[in-house]
């Protein structure tokens, strides 16, 4: 096994497919299809190619650590008691453990993300 993933931002095989959970779901209808292409460290590490339909929802990360790189789309996330930073192609951000906020969707996007999990 090569310990060099390339992580394909055009996956050829079936995504997951799943909608916000009831109590996450603030407005729209968003989907989400996830491309999930490797895991490490037990299934504490997770990366792979994410996308959402436009809505919005409440993000919660707990004690989970994102990098976040998009690569189409257009989205804001506001995180609770601070600014609105919007994202686009191009841009790359990190949601630490603990962060509190709203995810919309604008446009559809697409982003690479990588996830630690405690």
């Given at each position: ?74 989205i804001e996330i506001e995180?609770?008691g601070g600014e609105i ?26 982003k690479i993300y990588v996830?630690?999990?405690?």
């Amino acid at each position: 096994m090569s310990l060099l993933v390339t992580i394909d931002t055009n996956p050829d095989f079936a995504p997951k497919n799943a909608l916000p959970a009831s109590e996450r779901l603030i407005s729209g209808n968003p989907s989400f299809k996830t491309w999930a292409q490797d895991a490490s460290k037990g299934e504490k590490v997770l990366t792979g190619v994410w996308e959402a339909t436009p809505g919005e929802t409440h993000s919660i990360k707990g004690t989970t650590f994102e990098f976040c790189h998009i690569l189409s789309g257009l989205i804001e996330i506001e995180e609770k008691g601070g600014e609105i930073r919007r994202y686009r192609a191009g841009d790359s951000f990190v949601m630490k453990p603990g962060f509190v906020g709203i995810w919309r969707t604008i446009e559809t996007v697409r982003k690479i993300y990588v996830c630690h999990y405690d």
